[in-house]
């Protein structure tokens, strides 16, 4: 299957290669033409297999919410650096009982030798880990041998450990410690792992907080031979304050301004902020790749676990209505 970003624009008709499209759930969205219909149709493909972040503090939380989760739903837990990893260790357990898909994060900063990094992915693969996201670390100065995932990568500890699956990071608003040259070149090298030891890799992007960002940097991807699966960060429902100082703490301040300009953005307090009109645009400039493994979505639950789910799983259901002449849509269920 083709990786290639679609190039079809929002003025095409019919949506009608949307990924993963099927016409008995699409039968059940709130459209009112074929136009509408199809772009609802991209729109709940995209999302359809989501996946979710979970703290390890709340992984009971998840566990006894699992009746609304999907069997073997992907789970990434983070880790804060310069914490106890062992509480990341035994939430990978307790999700792995559960029948979900535990992604633990792994900061290659954070690590502070070469047996650290050995014994952390051995506890993980012993607890039931299959697959992890690989992030450099947000640390000026690494506690170890590790300064970005590159050196992880090139310490064959991950291969030698079983990890066959990998997520390394995106970031459509660039990075504020390496050039667009750098963070290509390492994409590059990337791409060059998952093809000389048969690992996965896929990228995992930051959120942003428009949909600009991210649709021109999957263009660029895509225009630039990137083939690696992608899955877009984006925010679950979350109160307009809080959304942005997450923003400014992730660094992805030019989205968060934009936001912030917006009338009444702030103002919003009688409903939560949520991502529909970023997911419209990522279906509409990429109808044939949403819902195809080219292409999913990741949500960074900053306004709860149980809220981001309910609202993700209206929206794969089709439990939702594009608002006409006004952009975005509402959740009808």
Not at 16 to 32: E, P
Not at 144 to 149: A, E, M, R
Not at 265 to 278: A, G, K, S, Y
Request: with cysteine; hydrophobic share 45%.
């Amino acid at each position: 299957m083709s990786l290639e970003a679609d190039s079809r624009t929002k003025g095409d008709a019919g949506f009608a290669g949307c990924g993963s499209g099927n016409a008995d759930q699409s039968a059940s969205l709130n459209t009112t033409d074929s136009a509408s219909a199809g772009l609802a149709e991209c729109v709940r493909s995209l999302v359809s297999d989501y996946s979710l972040e979970v703290m390890h503090s709340i992984a009971d939380k998840a566990i006894a919410n699992g009746h609304a989760l999907r069997l073997k739903m992907p789970l990434y837990v983070p880790y804060i650096p310069g914490s106890d990893y062992r509480p990341v260790i035994a939430a990978v357990r307790k999700l792995a009982g559960a029948g979900f898909t535990p992604v633990p994060h792994l900061s290659a900063r954070s690590l502070k030798s070469r047996d650290d990094l050995k014994d952390r992915l051995h506890r993980l693969f012993d607890a039931g880990a299959r697959d992890l996201l690989l992030i450099a670390g947000d640390q000026s100065r690494p506690d170890g041998p590790f300064s970005n995932t590159l050196e992880v990568l090139a310490s064959g500890y991950l291969v030698e450990a079983g990890f066959q699956r990998i997520g390394v990071a995106g970031h459509p608003e660039g990075h504020p410690q390496a050039s667009a040259a750098e963070l290509a070149s390492a994409l590059r090298e990337k791409e060059a792992y998952a093809a000389s030891t048969g690992t996965e890799v896929r990228l995992v992007s930051q959120f942003a907080l428009a949909a600009e960002p991210i649709v021109d940097w999957y263009r660029a991807l895509r225009a630039g031979g990137h083939t690696l699966p992608v899955r877009i960060g984006v925010p679950g429902p979350v109160a307009a304050s809080t959304l942005l100082k997450f923003a400014i703490q992730c660094g992805v301040g030019n989205s968060a301004r934009f936001l912030a300009r917006k009338p009444g953005f702030l103002r919003t307090v009688t409903r939560p902020w949520t991502p529909d009109d970023i997911l419209i645009a990522i279906a509409e400039a990429f109808p044939n790749d949403a819902g195809t493994p080219a292409l999913g979505i990741h949500v960074f639950a900053f306004g709860g676990v149980e809220r981001s789910f309910r609202w993700f799983n209206a929206v794969a259901r089709g439990d939702f209505q594009l608002a006409a002449g006004q952009g975005g849509f509402g959740i009808t269920a």
